[in-house]
Each structure stands twice: as C-alpha cells, then as structure tokens.
C-alpha cells in the first residue's frame, strides 16, 4: 500500500495549498505549450484518441471537445478510457492515441499506451512531471508543469491538464483571438475565483450533513460535474453523482429525497429551461445551490470564454470538498486511506 508522504493533521492540509496555487501552475502550463511545438503532432492526425484514468480522464474527456471544436474538416477527436484501451478491442485502422498523467506512472494508462505502441498507433502524452515511466512508452511527451500535486486529491494537476488542452486547440484555431485573449487573462481570472472560497465555506457544512449531493452541469460543465463527484468522494466519501441536467429528470429525478443536495452549474447560454429544471428541484424539496457566470446563479464566477469555463467552475467545487472533508473529519489529501476496508481499491490505483 503506498504512503502517504508529510502527512498534515489538520488545516490548511496540502489540498488547500494546491487549490490556492492554481495561478502559478496554470501560468507555468500556458508558457510550457506556447513555448512547444507540440500542437502541429495532434493537428496532423485524422482520428486523434485521448485516454487517462481518474481526474486525468476527464481532463482527456475536455481535451477532446476543445481539440474536436478546433480540428480540421474531417478529422475525429474522442475521449477513451484508458481501461477499454488496454483491455478492449481497437476500431480498424491507425490513429493517435495520446496520453494524459499527472505522475506519468498510472499503471492502466502506461498499459494502454504500451498495448497501442504494439498495436501499430502513433503514441503521444501529455504529462505534469518530466521524466517519467511515461516518457518510456511514448514517442513524444509534452511536459507541462515541474511539480507534482502534493495532495492525492488532485486539483492544479487537473486545472494545468485544462489549460494546457485551451492552448493546443488555441494553436489549431489562430483566428480566435478571443480564445487566446482569454487564455492569458487566465490565471489572473483564476485568482478571481479562488475568491469563492468563503462562500462555499458557508455552504459546505450544511451539505456535508446531508446523505447525499449531486452536480448537475451542461456542456462543458458536464466535464465539471464529473470532475466535481469524483472529487468530494475521494475528500470524505459523501455519495455523489453527476448527470446533465437534462438527464437528471429523466429518472435520476424520481429517486430525489429531502436529504439531497444538489449543485447547478450555470453558464450564461443557460436559458429558460434550466429555469424551470431549477424550481422543479426545489419544489421537490431538495437544497440547490447554483454556481456559474449565469445572473441569478447564487455564487457567481468570473466572465471567461465558454471554452475555458471548466478552468474556473472546478475551483468552487475543489473548495467544496475540501470544506466538507473537513466538516465530516476526514483528511481529504489521502483518500480515505486511513480507512482498512477502502484500502484495497486505492493500492490497486497504484499496481
């Protein structure tokens, strides 16, 4: 079973420090990408396949929509798990397959990169740390940060993972000044929203009595969704699940009960229809906080590009689990370790 190094027994654990440093790390990320030519190896390929596990996954789930918006007539970018790469079979014909690790060292995702090396494919990464078991399997790696996250809970490996995907497609997409205005602006824009933090200190308490929460997002804020439930189950074990918003009333609804909370996200293209969504969960008697760029969302977040707005609404939910592991007494840096029966499944991310 792996240790936990420099352990903290209270706050701030390192979770928060890493939240906080989500400025300086996505800065360092943007320069790494703008200072690569690594852009012109994914613009060439006609079936472009993203892969990773965990929070790195999701991050290839948000590479491969922003690369897909800025591709090439005709080319074809999908996120696969790197589970069903390593264990599934291909699709016929050759493509790219890239990589996405914070360590470089997660197992099934090295396993699939190997296994599509074998198989004939073209095998790129993308990477947080240099030097890594991932750079032995690949052809090229690009590195974009210098440090590793100091807090299994990963939230800046995640927030650099975004930004370095914003400025490959960026590169794809020379015409879109507005991306790339938006794009440097970030980590100023970032530290904006780490301003959150008080509000969701006084809403985190409240929801980590409840028995359960759910994320609710649409588009890109999906992705977050996603990203969101990971993260609070692996900070203190609260039950989480995430669903478009949509989706949620077409049966997830029904199972709603009065001890559930439910976070909104809501961007500024959110119409009437996530209106109505909204007053019906209300009336259903669950606890709904709205969080976006949206006017009447609750907690507002900075005004970004739609591209780049899984880079800000992460941060409130980062906080949220950080705040509720700390309301339910957990460590949210060791997943749960420190728990024998859980044990087992976090040695097996690591074998």
């Given at each position: 079973?792996?240790?936990?190094?420099?352990?903290?027994?209270?706050?701030?654990?390192?979770?928060?420090?890493?939240?906080?440093?989500?400025?300086?790390?996505?800065?360092?990320?943007?320069?790494?990408?703008?200072?690569?030519?690594?852009?012109?190896?994914?613009?060439?390929?006609?079936?472009?396949?993203?892969?990773?596990?965990?929070?790195?996954?999701?991050?290839?789930?948000?590479?491969?929509?922003?690369?897909?918006?800025?591709?090439?007539?005709?080319?074809?970018?999908?996120?696969?798990?790197?589970?069903?790469?390593?264990?599934?079979?291909?699709?016929?014909?050759?493509?790219?397959?890239?990589?996405?690790?914070?360590?470089?060292?997660?197992?099934?995702?090295?396993?699939?990169?190997?296994?599509?090396?074998?198989?004939?494919?073209?095998?790129?990464?993308?990477?947080?740390?240099?030097?890594?078991?991932?750079?032995?399997?690949?052809?090229?790696?690009?590195?974009?940060?210098?440090?590793?996250?100091?807090?299994?809970?990963?939230?800046?490996?995640?927030?650099?993972?975004?930004?370095?995907?914003?400025?490959?497609?960026?590169?794809?997409?020379?015409?879109?000044?507005?991306?790339?205005?938006?794009?440097?602006?970030?980590?100023?824009?970032?530290?904006?929203?780490?301003?959150?933090?008080?509000?969701?200190?006084?809403?985190?308490?409240?929801?980590?009595?409840?028995?359960?929460?759910?994320?609710?997002?649409?588009?890109?804020?999906?992705?977050?969704?996603?990203?969101?439930?990971?993260?609070?189950?692996?900070?203190?074990?609260?039950?989480?699940?995430?669903?478009?918003?949509?989706?949620?009333?077409?049966?997830?609804?029904?199972?709603?009960?009065?001890?559930?909370?439910?976070?909104?996200?809501?961007?500024?293209?959110?119409?009437?229809?996530?209106?109505?969504?909204?007053?019906?969960?209300?009336?259903?008697?669950?606890e709904v906080t709205t969080i976006g760029e949206h006017p009447?969302?609750?907690?507002?977040?900075?005004?970004?590009?739609?591209?780049?707005?899984?880079?800000?609404?992460?941060?409130?939910?980062?906080?949220?689990?950080?705040?509720?592991?700390?309301?339910?007494?957990?460590?949210?840096?060791?997943?749960?370790?420190?728990?024998?029966?859980?044990?087992?499944?976090?040695?097996?991310?690591?074998?």
């Amino acid at each position: 079973m792996a240790a936990f190094p420099n352990a903290r027994g209270r706050h701030p654990f390192h979770m928060h420090d890493m939240i906080g440093s989500q400025p300086t790390h996505v800065e360092e990320a943007i320069l790494r990408v703008r200072a690569s030519d690594f852009g012109s190896s994914l613009a060439r390929a006609r079936h472009l396949v993203l892969t990773g596990c965990g929070t790195s996954f999701h991050a290839a789930m948000y590479g491969a929509r922003v690369l897909q918006a800025a591709a090439r007539a005709g080319n074809v970018v999908e996120a696969v798990h790197a589970y069903d790469l390593a264990n599934r079979p291909y699709p016929p014909g050759r493509a790219t397959i890239l990589g996405v690790s914070h360590s470089g060292t997660t197992p099934t995702t090295n396993q699939a990169l190997a296994r599509a090396k074998r198989a004939g494919h073209r095998v790129l990464g993308v990477c947080g740390l240099p030097d890594t078991k991932m750079e032995e399997i690949v052809r090229r790696t690009l590195v974009i940060g210098s440090m590793h996250d100091r807090s299994w809970a990963n939230t800046m490996s995640y927030t650099t993972q975004l930004a370095a995907f914003a400025v490959l497609a960026s590169h794809q997409r020379r015409d879109r000044v507005d991306l790339t205005r938006g794009i440097s602006r970030m980590p100023q824009v970032i530290r904006k929203t780490l301003e959150t933090e008080r509000a969701i200190v006084e809403i985190a308490r409240p929801i980590a009595r409840r028995d359960k929460i759910t994320f609710l997002g649409a588009g890109f804020d999906e992705i977050t969704a996603f990203e969101a439930a990971l993260k609070i189950r692996e900070t203190c074990g609260l039950t989480a699940s995430a669903y478009h918003p949509e989706q949620f009333l077409h049966g997830p609804f029904l199972s709603l009960d009065r001890n559930e909370s439910i976070v909104f996200l809501r961007g500024r293209q959110d119409g009437t229809r996530a209106d109505v969504i909204g007053r019906v969960l209300s009336k259903a008697g669950a606890e709904v906080t709205t969080i976006g760029e949206h006017p009447r969302a609750s907690i507002r977040l900075p005004s970004t590009h739609p591209y780049l707005r899984p880079i800000l609404s992460v941060i409130p939910m980062q906080f949220l689990a950080y705040y509720a592991a700390l309301a339910r007494h957990a460590n949210p840096d060791i997943m749960r370790t420190d728990i024998p029966r859980l044990r087992a499944g976090v040695a097996a991310l690591f074998h």
